[in-house]
């Protein structure tokens, strides 16, 4: 069983600041691994499939990188509306990052 | 647009059962791999179990395997999960998801039901 690991738990930034999120797998999962948003109350959204790209609708400050074990997803810059919790996610979920207001 | 909508959410006993549906519309349901996913209070997201666009391959987290089915009816456009021998762990939102990419990456999703299972 493959096992996601997100670092940090949280992230703590200002609006307009890059966000930096890292997945790492337990093996190798080639470039399958998707990126989702969640808020309160809601349901995720995918941002990013197949590790790197952008679902309809995603703004282009959200991209996604890596492959094998270790991937990334940066927010170029901060929007209010961003300030959520993210997992990665190939079958199995990481334990999700919260990306909070500093 | 896709829609999804699941229902049959409720409190139940532990030990007791539970049918959870979800009613697709805006996409040619019977062309996905469709998924249930799960979130505990105030924990993360769990996927739960998938199953093949003909119903012919169904995968299950081990923590649900024996007492969870997965099952679709094409022609009504729905997606189904029988929970039974519940557990108080159980209680989650359940999610019903469209799958778009390899792996159960699920791109639309539904808003949820919520099952409580008390002891």
């Known amino acids: 069983e493959i096992v996601l690991t997100q670092s940090p738990v949280t992230l703590s930034l200002s609006p307009g600041e890059r966000a930096t999120l890292s997945c790492r797998a337990s093996?190798?999962?080639?470039?399958?691994l998707a990126w989702y948003q969640q808020k309160p109350g809601q349901a995720p959204r995918l941002l990013i499939y197949?590790?790197?790209n952008r679902a309809t609708g995603v703004p282009a400050r959200f991209s996604g990188s890596g492959s094998g074990t270790d991937f990334t997803l940066t927010i170029s810059s901060l929007e209010p509306d961003d300030f959520a919790v993210y997992y990665c996610?190939?079958?199995?979920f990481g334990g999700g990052t919260k990306v909070e207001i500093k | 647009e896709v829609h999804l909508v699941e229902s049959g959410g409720g409190l139940a006993q532990a030990g007791g059962s539970l049918r959870l549906s979800c009613a697709a519309s805006?996409?040619?349901?019977?062309?996905?791999?469709m998924s249930w996913v799960r979130q505990a209070p105030g924990k993360g997201l769990e996927w739960v179990a998938n199953?093949?666009?003909?119903?012919?391959?169904?995968e299950y987290v081990d923590s649900v395997k024996g007492r969870f089915t997965i099952s679709r009816d094409n022609a009504k456009n729905s997606l189904f999960l029988q929970l039974n021998n519940l557990r108080v762990e159980d209680t989650a939102v359940y999610y019903c998801?469209?799958?778009?990419?390899?792996?159960?990456?699920?791109?639309?999703w539904g808003q949820g039901t919520l099952v409580t299972v008390s002891s």
């Open positions: 199953i093949k666009q003909d119903g012919s391959e169904r």
């Open positions: 996610q190939r079958r199995a």
């Open positions: 093996q190798s999962v080639g470039n399958y």
């Open positions: 998801a469209r799958e778009s990419a390899h792996y159960s990456q699920c791109d639309n």
């Open positions: 197949d590790a790197s």
């Open positions: 805006g996409f040619p349901f019977s062309g996905y791999w």
